[in-house]
């Protein structure tokens, strides 16, 4: 069995802003994302990982810094990163906007998993991304315990594919900024969660 730590990274100023940043946003941390890095570290630094990965962009590889401070490599993965919302990223929040937005919800939920906006993926597009990844993760990491740093969309994307096998579930898998999913994987591609969007390590935190 391989157990995946994955995590979600710390907030962006595009977060506090209700902004679709995708796959095209390079941002950074802003200071609470920074808090909320570290506050995920001093609760969980007990657990020794046997490899960390991180999307290829800026904000997880910040929210992991405490982590390579401690002398972690941080393993770069293409199937991490997030999910390419084409003409929404970067757009402001508006009406318009979030009909949109919605509209590729109820698509994806009702079967149409092929659907994207132009300039960018669809949900079967992400998960062909991540796939080959994952596929072999079992066998390069038996018994192994993982730490891997993504985004919430592609969070959705990874876990549906590996639990459900299903892309329409994508809704059951929200993640808070920093929050832990714990999802174990047996040899056999079996995956189950035993935990599913924990913050409770950002409950002390002052806002």
């Known amino acids: 069995m391989t157990t995946l730590y994955f995590i979600r990274h710390g907030e962006t100023d595009y ?5 679709i940043q995708g796959g095209g946003i390079d941002s950074d941390l802003n200071e609470t994302g920074i808090r909320q890095a570290h506050s995920f570290y001093q609760n969980y630094q007990h657990i020794g ?3 960390v990965y991180a999307s290829p962009l800026r904000r997880t590889h910040q929210t992991l810094h405490p982590w390579k401070i401690q002398g972690y490599e941080l393993r770069i993965e293409e199937g991490l990163k997030e999910f390419d919302w084409g003409s929404l990223e970067g757009v ?3 009406e318009a906007q979030e009909k949109e937005f919605s509209d590729a919800i109820r698509r ?3 079967g149409e998993t092929h659907f994207r906006y132009a300039g960018g993926e669809s949900p079967v597009d992400a998960w062909k991304r991540a796939e080959a990844f994952f596929s072999t993760l079992t066998e390069r990491h038996p018994r192994q315990k993982l730490l891997l740093c993504s985004h919430g969309r ?3 994307v990874i876990l549906a594919a590996l639990v459900d096998r299903d892309l329409r579930a994508m809704h059951k898998y929200g993640h808070h900024n920093t929050a832990l999913t714990i ?5 056999d591609g079996h995956a189950y969660v035993e935990k599913h969007n924990d913050h409770s390590h ?3 935190m002052k806002s």
């Open 15 to 19: 977060n506090r802003q209700g902004i």
């Open 49 to 51: 990982f046997d490899a």
């Open 92 to 94: 402001k929040p508006s």
């Open 108 to 110: 994806w939920e009702s």
């Open 154 to 156: 592609q969070l959705r």
């Open 183 to 187: 999802v174990h994987i047996n040899s």
């Open 202 to 204: 950002l409950h002390p």
